[in-house]
């Protein structure tokens, strides 16, 4: 074991410092050869504390806690705190400068609210639900504030719903003979319609209204005209101007009867039948006619036809005339037939242009169901003539009894027939019926103008089914172009 002499000899070893001195652990080392003042010898005077042989310098003592010395400081302000602002901020990259943005204006203040007056002038206009969306929210803000104008308002709300619902701007077809009827019960016209040209009236007052509706393109407008002709339905193609010429066509066999001039301008060896007289109208139409000229010529001869009559008195209800061939029909007859046929076709000018149309009175819807259960026993006659039929059963004479149907038309205009089956002159009687018929009064109609084929006719049936057969086909032929 070396002793201190080697520990000169040999130099420093690794408690000592690079420079000799010694290391933290000099405490613990003999400085009974070294250091004369031993340890525990107070350390000499120095400023930096350095060993009095000239070693670095001690670790200082600790220092007093700053509570140790009374009260505290006072707390930095923020702004003499160190923060983050102090360390330099990293500089962004540079970037092309932003335009100028426009000038940003302060809000408009909102808009004052009405004068009281003003808002109290609107609560009617509000109560029909006719103010704009601004005045309808200035209103109901004013209502909650104003207790005199809410009750207003709530009067005026309920006096609203005591109003009718607005009228349509289309007249209603049965106003002109609602007006007549009105003036007639005040006061009598001096030479009153004969109760059997009324419906004629009416169904031509009717059609007038609708056409004054109508634009000049509508009288172009495709129309289907439909009828039975022996054992099958039949129809043709044409338009509304068509429509009006057949009607004009037509009633001017009416109107020549009369003595009154013909539409046609036709030789009296002319076309006399309703097809020729159409046909021949329909070609004036496409040789460069006007459409709607057919109107008024139309319109002329229907009042013509009306005034001829009124005067004419009752004497002329018997006055025949001709349909063509041996087809002739007292004037009575005749002008039921023509308001039959005027109110048939302006259905079919109605649905057409979509547009909606009224059936005839109960009372003149009656005269012409009426018309057509008189002629079915003529009808079937026909039918036999041309084969279409079987024969009578048995001899039947001239106004001798015969079989008899019982027709039963229900509804407005409807009643009670019995048709005689086997000859055109006799009577039906109750007693001998073999067959019942019930149908509506629409639907008869309309089998009658050759609109519903007899196959499909909705009838209740009872009794002999060829007898059922034979009155429902002659229903139907008893329509014509």
């Not at 009617?124 to 308002?153: F, I, K, N, Q, R």
Request: hydrophobic letters at 40%; glycine letters at 10%.
């Amino acid at each position: 074991m070396n002793g201190p002499e080697e520990w000169d000899r040999h130099g420093p070893d690794d408690r000592h410092g690079p420079d000799g001195s010694h290391g933290p652990d000099d405490a613990h080392a003999p400085h009974d050869r070294h250091d004369p003042h031993g340890p525990g010898a107070p350390q000499g005077p120095g400023a930096d504390g350095a060993s009095r042989s000239g070693g670095r310098p001690r670790i200082p003592s600790p220092r007093t806690a700053a509570e140790d010395d009374g009260t505290l400081p006072d707390a930095l302000p923020p702004a003499a705190e160190p923060s983050a602002r102090e360390l330099p901020a990293p500089q962004p990259a540079p970037t092309a400068p932003e335009p100028p943005s426009a000038p940003t204006s302060a809000p408009a203040p909102a808009p004052a609210p009405p004068p009281h007056r003003v808002l109290k002038s609107l609560l009617g206009a509000w109560a029909l639900a006719a103010c704009s969306a601004e005045e309808t929210a200035a209103v109901e803000e004013h209502l909650t504030d104003c207790a005199p104008c809410a009750d207003e308002a709530l009067r005026l709300r309920d006096a609203v719903g005591l109003l009718h619902p607005a009228d349509p701007l289309d007249l209603d077809p049965l106003l002109r003979s609602r007006v007549l009827e009105g003036c007639l019960g005040r006061r009598p016209a001096r030479i009153p319609v004969p109760e059997w040209a009324a419906p004629y009236d009416a169904e031509t007052a009717k059609l007038d209204a609708l056409l004054s509706d109508m634009g000049q393109a509508e009288w172009q407008t495709p129309v289907r005209l439909r009828w039975f002709e022996g054992e099958r339905p039949a129809e043709r193609r044409t338009t509304v101007a068509g429509v009006i010429g057949h009607l004009l066509a037509v009633d001017g066999l009416v109107a020549t009867a009369l003595g009154l001039g013909d539409p046609l301008g036709a030789a009296p060896h002319g076309p006399a039948g309703p097809r020729d007289r159409t046909e021949a109208c329909w070609q004036a139409i496409a040789d460069g006619r006007a459409p709607h000229a057919t109107r008024a010529p139309w319109r002329d001869q229907s009042h013509a036809l009306i005034r001829t009559v009124s005067f004419a008195g009752h004497g002329v209800t018997e006055l025949a005339v001709p349909y063509g061939g041996d087809v002739r029909l007292p004037l009575r007859d005749a002008f039921l037939d023509r308001a039959f046929e005027c109110w048939v076709h302006a259905g079919d000018i109605a649905e057409a242009v979509d547009y909606p149309y009224e059936a005839p009175a109960a009372g003149h819807l009656h005269l012409m169901v009426d018309l057509a259960a008189r002629l079915l026993p003529r009808a079937l006659a026909s039918r036999r003539r041309a084969g279409l039929a079987p024969p009578p059963q048995g001899l039947v004479e001239a106004g001798a009894p015969g079989r008899t149907l019982h027709l039963e038309v229900e509804g407005s205009g409807g009643g009670h027939w019995y048709i005689a089956l086997d000859s055109p002159g006799a009577l039906g009687t109750p007693d001998r019926t073999v067959a019942h018929i019930a149908l509506d009064s629409m639907e008869f109609c309309q089998l009658a103008a050759g609109h519903v084929p007899p196959e499909e006719t909705a009838a209740g049936q009872h009794g002999e089914p060829e007898a059922i057969r034979d009155v429902l086909f002659a229903t139907a032929s008893l329509s014509r172009l």
